[in-house]
């Protein structure tokens, strides 16, 4: 087809065997191959000129398109596989939308500015239900009851820290015990987190700590509402700045070290994108190197 394409375009064999970097003999074999194939003649040779016949004329505008056509469909999977041109949509929780995943993607930016990260930031517990939809490519979030359909790579493991209000009665405790959270507010977030905590303590300590006074759906609010003196929450080290940046304080907090695992969930049996594929190794290689405080 693209020597046939040639040669219509040039109306000259010579020409068209340079244009394809091929012999004329290697070019005549390849219009014969095609008049062969499609059981009539495309193009009529004499010693002085050629002639495309009717059936010639005919395909000429149709072979030209879909070649134009295949180049373009090639040169766009060249784009996406050499990661000049794509798309990468990544679920995370509130939280980490607004700590972590902006860093990360800045990063990002610097080694592939061709490549656009769209960020939905949501409820913890809608992160597994956008990958599952397909609405996005992977999802970052904490360890959640196994779901069948995502697989799930893992990022990190954190401990807990205390979040208090500055003039708090245990700011000038180094370090704290659940039990000293006992005695004070509690503000959880809601679904799977307080549940994920109690289940983690022994019966005495759970009786003792964690009734939360109040439960609302992102950190973010939660942090605001120690900020106004309603109570103490816990959070990541990785929202350290967020917490800073409310003028709170963090403590580690111990007996027991409670943690939390992260994942990059993505849909199971599913291949990823190059662009995506590339990025859940780039995040997984920036969190290894340590996040920023």
Known sequence: MRAFVAV????????????????????????????QTLGARVIDRS???????????????????????LDRALANVADHTQLRKGIVRVAAPQLMACTLLPQAIAA?????????????????EQVGARVLSGEVD????????DTPELEARPLLEMPFEAVLPPGHPLESR?????????????????????ERLLADMDGSLREATLKPEHEVTFMTTALAMVAAGLGVTICMP?????????????????EPVLTRRFFIYTRGQRSLSPAAEAFVAFFLDYVGKGLPR
């Open 8 to 35: 219509a375009k040039t109306g000259n064999f010579t020409l068209a065997a340079q244009y394809m970097h091929v012999t004329q003999s290697a070019l005549s074999g390849l219009i014969k191959e095609l008049e």
């Open 47 to 69: 010693t002085r000129r050629i002639a495309l016949t009717e059936m010639g004329k005919e395909l000429y505008p149709l072979f030209s398109q879909m070649i134009d056509d």
């Open 108 to 124: 990002w930016r610097v080694r592939h500015p061709e490549i656009k990260v769209s960020l939905a930031d949501s409820g913890v």
């Open 138 to 145: 992977c999802g970052i979030g904490p360890e959640r009851d």
């Open 174 to 194: 180094g370090q704290l015990t659940w039990n000293d959270l006992a005695g004070y507010p509690f503000i959880s977030l809601r679904g799977q987190f307080t």
């Open 238 to 254: 990785y929202a350290s700045a967020l917490v800073r940046r409310h003028g709170l304080l963090t403590r580690p907090l111990a």
